[in-house]
């Protein structure tokens, strides 16, 4: 695991030596894996938690369970129904905008480079098929990119998702079986009324690999999507490689 995404980081240029990084740790065990090994991968690490205070004594285990983890962790306390309500807007949503405007502003104060967060496979499986279910074109089968700009309402923030080469069943294998680190479970992410919820229940049917192939898939299509942008990229590069061997079979 750590040898991967050490590996991942370089390919894909998302950090140097001496960069400092703010880790987003949920205290779920994608976060705490991300944590784990940015933290072993020798990066100055800022640690950040968010309590949105949408599942009641929940989330205050959660924010416990970060803090015994991670004591000089940074929290933040939201009002995430009233800003929804404020600006009629969802509390996903919301909590997103929250979540994300700190993150900038906390990145700003600490002279971060970037922000960390711990997307990995199966969140890009699920984010490919929930685009192919509303319809997309070639920018939407890419995905999730390993690293991308998103503006907030404290300006832009530069983000980076490191575990974007390895699977959630992986991530699991890793902090259980080899570094012996607990995490906390989120109840709400087996409620299937939320659309991304419903996506993951399906997906947990499928198999490693064919979550993989997903994943493998989107990074290509990024390939094809920077050649048309005229971006070299490490996924560009590979497209040309492989489309100039295929032409001269």
């Known amino acids: 695991m750590l040898r991967r995404v050490k590996k991942y980081i370089r390919d894909n240029g998302l950090l140097e030596a001496g960069d400092r990084v703010l880790v987003c740790l949920s205290g779920g065990a994608d976060s705490v894996a991300l944590w784990d090994v940015i933290r072993r991968s020798g990066y100055e690490q800022i640690v950040a938690h968010c309590n949105f205070h949408l599942r009641g004594e929940e989330s205050n285990r959660d924010e416990a369970f970060v803090r015994q983890l991670v004591p000089d962790v940074i929290v933040r306390d939201f009002d995430t129904k009233a800003y929804a309500a404020e600006h009629a807007i969802s509390i996903e949503m919301a909590a997103r905008e929250l979540r994300y ?8 104060e600490n002279k971060c480079k970037c922000i960390a967060v711990a997307h990995h496979q199966n969140d890009q499986a699920e984010t490919v098929i929930m685009n192919l279910r509303r319809g997309t074109g070639l920018r939407g089968l890419q995905g999730m990119r390993p690293a991308s700009t998103m ?7 530069h983000i980076i998702r490191p575990l974007l080469c390895t699977t959630h069943d992986y991530i699991c294998h890793y902090l259980k079986d080899i570094r012996h680190i607990g995490w906390v479970e989120d109840s709400t992410n087996s409620d299937t009324t939320y659309r991304r919820n419903s996506i993951r229940a399906e997906l947990a049917s499928y198999s490693k690999a064919e979550i993989e192939h997903i994943a493998e898939t989107a990074r290509r299509i990024q390939g094809y999507v920077d050649l048309l942008d005229e971006i070299s990229s490490p996924q560009a590069k590979e497209i040309i490689e492989y489309e100039t061997l295929r032409n001269n079979r």
Request: glycine share 6%; no cysteine; hydrophobic share 55%.
């Open 101 to 108: 405007a700190w993150f900038a502003e906390l990145a700003k």
């Open 151 to 157: 503006e907030t309402a404290n300006g832009p923030v």
